[in-house]
């Protein structure tokens, strides 16, 4: 486990060392965002008995932000490194394709942890936020970061420019966490938009997480749970076959 050890020691290494980038100025947009909507919507919305517009909101921030970190590091670090050509290092060190997998999805769960975390702790000082269940939050913790992780991968290896990374991540990341529940319930939609949101993995994944917090979902958290997995092993099933077929890696 050598090999693995070292890529994934250098992958939460490239994301650390530029840690006020990768972290910090995560942590503060996410802290914006709580400000603005917490400022603009808390004497006019409830969304939960007894619980504020606020504390409702945490859980949801933290869950987007681990998310779009863990997609973001795993997807910049396999792009960066196709442009510059120095992912023949990787290609041709004696490493499985399933160690070199598991380097980057865990290093992207390391960084969505962190900034997860991190906001978390902040908010602490200012609100009261209540934990129904921690075994529920560490699991759509753990399996949305990976999730998210593994699909960097994928979009790392498709991408071969930088602006079709932030294509997919601009029309696909971007309004698939926004549009997820995490500054709403989705029982407040029309019907139409209802049964849309259902078909959002994120969404599950959101509320889920909150479940843990408040003990409280819109969608049993064994159900959200199952569909997580399912997306996860659907998404590691299709970056380990490019991986191993070299697509877009091996010209």
Do not use: C
Not at 17 to 35: E, N, R
Request: glycine share 8%; hydrophobic share 55%; aromatic share 20%.
């Amino acid at each position: 486990m050598i090999g693995f050890y070292t890529l994934f020691r250098k992958e939460v290494l490239r994301f650390w060392k530029v840690g006020f980038q990768t972290i910090g100025s995560p942590m503060l947009t996410t802290l914006l965002y709580l400000l603005i909507f917490s400022h603009v919507l808390e004497r006019h919305v409830q969304i939960y008995p007894g619980v504020e517009y606020t504390v409702f909101l945490i859980p949801g921030l933290v869950m987007m932000a681990m998310l779009q970190n863990a997609f973001a590091n795993s997807s910049s670090s396999l792009i960066q490194s196709k442009v510059t050509g120095n992912i023949v290092f990787v290609l041709l060190s004696p490493l499985s394709y399933l160690e070199v997998f598991l380097a980057y999805v865990l290093a992207s769960v390391a960084r969505g942890l962190l900034v997860g975390l991190g906001f978390y702790l902040v908010t602490l000082i200012f609100f009261i936020v209540p934990l129904s269940s921690f075994l529920w939050v560490f699991l759509f913790t753990l399996m949305g970061n990976a999730l998210l992780g593994s699909l960097g991968v994928v979009a790392g290896i498709w991408a071969e420019k930088f602006d079709e990374l932030a294509a997919f991540q601009n029309f696909f990341i971007l309004p698939l966490t926004f549009l997820s529940g995490v500054f709403y319930t989705v029982h407040s939609l029309p019907s139409f938009w209802r049964n849309l949101s259902y078909l959002n993995p994120f969404f599950y994944m959101i509320d889920g997480f909150r479940y843990g917090f408040f003990g409280i979902s819109e969608i049993p958290p064994h159900f959200s749970f199952m569909v997580v997995t399912t997306f996860f092993l659907t998404i590691s099933w299709l970056a380990l076959r490019m991986l191993k077929t070299g697509y877009r890696l091996r010209h």
